[in-house]
């Protein structure tokens, strides 16, 4: 009896009452061994696929962002040289310039703090004195700028100062071109007394 239990010894396992050798657990075990290597590695391999392809979204964001910040320079760029182009119109024909240029209400009310101001003034005092916000200020200038109002920009410190060309002030005292509408008018000339 004890050469049975040496070599063929039966164990009992947990699911109902199965007789299984020492051969046949053993095996399992071997199976299962291998089975949990061969996920580990399976899981190892996209662990690092998914590395190298993290590792390339990671490039190229880095490449759309470089893109992105050259974009916005060209674009500032190609701004400078569209006012410089308004102005250079308006020191030439001021008389010819464009004449039909019609701004909502909201853009004639920035359109007359440009034009009561002396010094130039960034969108943040335009917002505060208007009750916006800087981006609306931000929209209202690029909109009266594309409507062919000279609006000039100047950078100092690192911020951006708003003012009107001169000789554009002139015209628009003489013949006011953009039909600001009088209430407007007189509410931001009355602001500017008090």
């Known amino acids: 009896m004890t050469g049975i239990f040496k070599n063929d010894f039966l164990a009992l396992v947990p699911v109902g009452v199965m007789m299984v050798s020492q051969q ?6 071997d199976s299962l061994k291998k089975m949990n290597a061969g996920v580990k590695h399976a899981f190892g391999t996209v662990k690092d696929e998914m590395t190298q392809h993290l590792d ?10 470089a893109c992105y910040e050259y974009l916005a320079e060209l674009d500032a760029k190609f701004d400078k040289l569209a006012e410089r182009m308004d102005a250079l119109q308006f020191q030439l024909e001021p008389e010819e310039a464009q004449i039909e240029i019609s701004l909502t209400h909201r853009e004639q009310e920035v359109f007359m703090i440009l034009y009561v101001q002396e010094d130039p003034i960034t969108a943040v005092e335009i917002a505060k004195r208007l009750g916006l916000t800087v981006e609306m200020v931000d929209r209202y200038l690029l909109n009266i700028a594309s409507k062919g109002v000279p609006v000039l920009k100047t950078f100092v410190n690192g911020k951006v100062y708003h003012s009107l060309d001169l000789k554009f002030k002139d015209l628009q005292a003489r013949k006011n071109v953009l039909n600001i509408n009088e209430s407007v008018s007189a509410q931001l000339l009355t602001e500017k007394a008090i």
């Open 24 to 29: 046949e657990t053993r095996r399992l075990y």
């Open 56 to 65: 390339a979204i990671n490039q190229n964001t880095n490449e759309i962002q």
